[in-house]
């Protein structure tokens, strides 16, 4: 058990808070990226198949709706 102890001692955080404030940097970074990939993958499900629709719509020859959503 004491070496365990001994471990944590030895890393950067016994140096000062500046150590500390790298690793907050670090975790607030790491969380924000986590959130902005988190709400990118729920715009994207839930964008893909309105996306595609819309651009149907624009496209040359004009389709109806019932055109673009049919499987034929």
Same mark, same amino acid.
């Given at each position: #058990? /004491? @070496?365990?102890?001994?471990? =944590? /001692? %030895?890393?950067?955080? /016994? =140096? &000062? @808070?500046?150590?500390?404030?790298?690793? @907050?940097?670090?975790?607030?970074? =790491?969380?924000?990226?986590?959130?902005? !990939?988190? %709400? /990118? =993958?729920?715009?994207?499900?839930? &964008?893909? $198949?309105? !996306?595609? $629709? $819309?651009?149907? #719509?624009?496209?040359?020859? %004009?389709?109806?709706? @019932?055109?673009?959503?049919?499987?034929?």
């Amino acid at each position: #058990m /004491a @070496s365990r102890v001994s471990l =944590k /001692a %030895k890393g950067k955080s /016994a =140096k &000062g @808070s500046k150590g500390s404030e790298d690793r @907050s940097t670090v975790k607030c970074l =790491k969380d924000w990226s986590t959130w902005t !990939l988190r %709400k /990118a =993958k729920v715009i994207t499900h839930y &964008g893909f $198949i309105p !996306l595609v $629709i $819309i651009i149907g #719509m624009n496209s040359e020859p %004009k389709p109806h709706l @019932s055109q673009l959503l049919s499987p034929v």
